[in-house]
Nanobody, 122 residues
Framework: VQLVESGGGLVQPGGSLRLSCAAS????????MGWFRQAPGKERELVAA????????YHADSMKGRFTISRDNAKKTVNLQMNSLKLEDTAVYYC????????????????WGQGTQVTVSS
């Protein structure tokens, strides 16, 4: 299993970024996917999750209305569109593979990527 994130960077408050995760080494469309983040000195937290064909999604309360998760099973990618970014969104963002075959379990994952840094600063 390989998960490679991209799209991070430096952005001003109120700006937008789109993260992407390229997956390989497993049957992508059979597993839900998620995005996590970890800020300095804090625990890793679940940001958003999406079911196998995208019919079901989960977004953490603090991201609702600002972040949107999506996936493209043909391209084996999962994306995170982040709008109205805030200083507190600064973190390393990780893509993760769900651990349950064809079951949407937003809190269960077995592989994570290396992460991409998102810095929100003026």
């Amino acid at each position: 299993v390989q998960l490679v994130e991209s799209g991070g960077g430096l952005v001003q408050p109120g700006g937008s970024l789109r993260l992407s995760c390229a997956a390989s080494g497993f049957s992508f469309s059979d597993y839900h996917m998620g995005w996590f983040r970890q800020a300095p000195g804090k625990e890793r937290e679940l940001v958003a999750a999406i079911s196998t064909f995208g019919f079901n999604t989960y977004h953490a309360d603090s991201m609702k209305g600002r972040f949107t998760i999506s996936r493209d099973n043909a391209k084996k990618t999962v994306n995170l569109q982040m709008n109205s970014l805030k200083l507190e969104d600064t973190a390393v963002y990780y893509c993760a593979k769900g651990s349950r075959w064809r079951e949407f379990r937003p809190n269960e994952y077995d592989y994570w990527g290396q992460g991409t840094q998102v810095t929100v600063s003026s």
